[in-house]
């Protein structure tokens, strides 16, 4: 019986030592959005299934939240009833009201090493500004994007264009389109999305013409310039000149309605860029989108915030997460998988993203694209805000109002919200 006492006290201490772990373990709870290009449940189940096998100190509980609205609205709504979660991915656009509410926390202030500050700077500029204010890192990219022009080779072929050759510029687009309707009889030229996110694309359009919407500090707009009218203008124009459907566009259908064939031209994320080469029974290209005075696109979707009202340990836990969702592997896997982009150089230098971006180009455009980027409409009382500018937006495709009254109204309306901001 004595020989037996070893054996039994190495198991019971073995026992102790599990329990030990497991109730040290550090919980995180994570706010995360589907919505663009359809439920990415399955992937990120599988990254937080990895990432705890590697990590069996660190539990994350994935919580899907809808969209970015729907996931800002969920997550200040467990920090306002006590149930903190300890991070989220949410719109990069929504830092100035977090911030001001004081529910997150700046990562310059847990990097320790010479390691995470190398990490915090290894990311695209263009992907930083909106997570950036006043020199402090507020969120890191992850499930980033920019607007991208896709085109049906196959339409543009049967209509005597060249299949390999996207349109340039406005006018380039606008003509190209028309060749298409006209020879196709029953297939639009081209679509725009008026629904979901009106402001992004209009901020393209605008951009494109040589304007930014808004200041850095997030206390001024400037939707009624005559740049971003004439913007406006073309884009009611495409519908006016019969190469494009009138009224609005939905963002949740278009990509169907490409994939269909129902339009030879769209705009829409890179986000749809997995989707549509898995889905698509025809030649397609993807292009950066036309110049007016300028290329540009600005850039969208989701970063990681960590927040506020966490424990020290729960706020490292949340980082060595980030750090090892956002790494280079990752972050090309994450690429390939969805069309999102590697948010990082180095992502695009490892071997899996360089592969894939050999054998299928367009991964590679929205990345290019950068160059020409902007960071997307961020103001104080965003939500208010961008909602101004979609009523305006939608207002004119619709033919309600003229462009120029629209977006007239639209900023007399964002001056009274934003009176308060003014520095």
């Known amino acids: 019986m004595s020989s037996r006492l070893p054996f039994a006290l190495t198991a019971l201490a073995a026992g102790l030592l599990s329990a030990t772990q497991a109730s040290a373990a550090v919980d995180l709870t994570m706010y995360y959005p589907v919505s663009v290009g359809g439920a990415l449940t399955d992937v990120i189940d599988e990254l937080v299934e990895e990432f705890e096998d590697e990590h069996p100190e660190i539990d994350v509980e994935a919580i899907y939240a809808g969209n970015y609205d729907d996931t800002r609205v969920r997550a200040m709504s467990a920090i306002e009833a006590g149930d903190t979660p300890e991070l989220s991915v949410m719109f990069s656009i929504d830092l100035f009201e977090l911030i001001e509410q004081n529910a997150i926390v700046a990562f310059d202030d847990l990097v320790e090493t010479d390691e995470e500050r190398a990490w915090l700077d290894g990311f695209y500029p263009g992907l930083m500004e909106n997570g950036q204010l006043d020199g402090k890192t507020y969120g890191i990219p992850f499930q980033r994007s920019t607007i991208v022009l896709f085109w049906n080779k196959d339409a543009f072929e049967a209509a005597g264009l060249d299949p390999d050759t996207p349109p340039q510029n406005w006018d380039e687009m606008a003509e190209m389109a028309a060749t298409v309707r006209e020879a196709s009889g029953d297939q639009w030229g081209v679509m725009v999305p008026s629904t979901g996110y009106p402001y992004w694309m209009f901020q393209a359009f605008a951009y494109q013409n040589g304007h930014r919407l808004m200041n850095e500090a997030g206390t001024e707009v400037y939707f009624d310039d005559p740049a971003a009218i004439e913007a406006l203008e073309y884009w009611v124009s495409l519908a006016e000149d019969g190469v494009m459907p009138g009224g609005t566009i939905e963002w949740g259908t278009l990509r169907q309605n490409f994939l269909e064939q129902s339009t030879a031209m769209m705009w829409h994320t890179t986000g749809n860029l997995s989707a549509v080469k898995s889905d698509a029974d025809f030649d397609f290209g993807v292009a950066m989108l036309p110049a007016k005075t300028q290329r540009g696109s600005p850039t969208g979707g989701g970063n990681f915030y960590i927040f506020a009202d966490t424990s020290d340990e729960e706020q490292r836990a949340a980082m060595t ?38 054998a299928f180009p367009p991964a590679a455009v929205a990345r290019d694209q950068l160059e020409f980027g902007t960071a997307e409409l961020a103001t104080y009382e965003g939500g208010r805000i961008r909602r101004t500018l979609d009523n305006a937006v939608q207002a004119a495709l619709t033919g309600q109002m003229t462009p120029e009254a629209a977006l007239t109204q639209a900023q007399a309306e964002a001056d009274r919200i934003l009176r308060r901001y003014a520095r």
């Open 321 to 358: 997460f980030i750090r090892w969702m956002t790494a280079p592997e990752r972050a090309a896997d994450w690429s390939i998988e969805t069309g999102y982009m590697g948010v990082s150089p180095a992502a695009f230098e490892t071997e899996a993203l360089r592969d894939y971006v050999e």
